[in-house]
């Protein structure tokens, strides 16, 4: 199986506490759908902050590309 290309808009969430915390990853099929779902959960304030990401896999031959930050709205963690 050939490399694929996978793009995920992952939204965080403030706790009772206040602290960041990742809700469920929502996978898209381009670019394009991750930055819009981005731009809605934000516009509506259903998340604190959000992160479009891109990664490249191959599973089949266990290898894994870096996830690359596209868009990074809001609050989100710190990348170290």
Do not use: W
Request: aromatic content about 4%.
């Amino acid at each position: 199986m050939a490399a694929t290309t996978t793009y995920i808009c992952q939204p965080y969430l403030l706790d009772r506490k206040g602290i960041l915390r990742a809700d469920t990853a929502i996978p898209c099929h381009s670019e394009g759908m991750a930055r819009r779902r981005a731009d809605r959960l934000m516009e509506n304030k259903r998340a604190a902050g959000v992160d479009v990401i891109r990664q490249t896999a191959d599973p089949d031959a266990g290898d894994y590309g870096e996830p690359e930050f596209l868009d990074r709205l809001g609050r989100v963690p710190v990348l170290d």
